[in-house]
Antibody
Framework: QVQLVESGGGVVQPGRSLRLSCAAS????????MHWVRQAPGKGLEWVGN????????YYADSVKGRFTITRDNSKNTMYLQMNSLRAEDTAVYFC???????????WGQGTLVTVSS | EIVLTQSPGTLSLSPGERATLSCRAS???????LVWYQQKPGQAPRLLIY???SRATGIPERFSGSGSGTDFTLAISRLEPEDFAVYYC?????????FGQGTKVEIK
């Protein structure tokens, strides 16, 4: 069955960097675009960005553009979110999700918590 | 940038009642690119409806979606205890692929 497992979250100081991973299994990872979505404590869902199935293109929310970078390694069935210049407002649970064309995001990981605090 | 506005913010209903949730887009969205998710506390979102009106795998028939252009609706015909949750719409027409702010369906 499809499984997505995020890792790499933790507590980090403002201005520092953190890299999240999303390990995929149970499907042909290289066939699907992938997305990152975050949720600040007690708030709604915020789309962060996505990467094409082959890594050829990425798109980002304005709130993270220039600071966050999404990459993937299809040989390792893993997607990454490199987060630089972190701010307090980046504190959130970060979810990765599989994109299936017009079906949207059909499978999600359990999320990993990132806390930006001094 | 397309902005999705969901209403109401909170819907207080009793089990067995019908729920009607609205998602309004700031500009026209292709029906093929409008989806709905359900999220329960401490859980990841779950895909409910895609293409504005198609139920995802395993979603009960009491959930239905409709709409076109800028106005979309999620309806739950008879609320079951497990349906009390937060519901989000999302569009995949134009990046950024933003979510609506969510509608919480709570027990009255």
């Amino acid at each position: 069955q499809v499984q997505l497992v995020e890792s790499g979250g933790g507590v980090v100081q403002p201005g520092r960097s953190l890299r999240l991973s999303c390990a995929a299994s149970g499907f042909t990872f290289s066939s699907n675009g992938m997305h990152w979505v975050r949720q600040a404590p007690g708030k709604g869902l915020e789309w962060v960005g996505n990467i094409a199935f082959d890594g050829s293109s990425e798109y980002y929310a304005d709130s993270v553009k220039g600071r966050f970078t999404i990459t993937r390694d299809n040989s390792k069935n893993t997607m990454y979110l490199q987060m630089n210049s972190l701010r307090a407002e980046d504190t959130a649970v970060y979810f990765c999700a599989r994109y299936v064309g017009d079906m949207g995001l059909d499978h999600w990981g359990q999320g990993t918590l990132v806390t930006v605090s001094s | 940038e397309i902005v999705l506005t969901q209403s109401p913010g909170t819907l207080s209903l009793s089990p067995g009642e019908r729920a009607t949730l609205s998602c309004r887009a700031s500009q026209s969205v292709s029906s093929s690119h409008l989806v709905w998710y359900q999220q329960k506390p401490g859980q990841a979102p779950r895909l409910l409806i895609y293409g504005a009106s198609s139920r995802a795998t395993g979603i009960p028939e009491r959930f239905s979606g409709s709409g076109s252009g800028t106005d979309f609706t999620l309806a739950i015909s008879r609320l079951e205890p497990e349906d009390f949750a937060v519901y989000y719409c999302q569009q995949f027409d134009t990046s950024p692929w933003a979510f609506g702010q969510g509608t919480k369906v709570e027990i009255k």
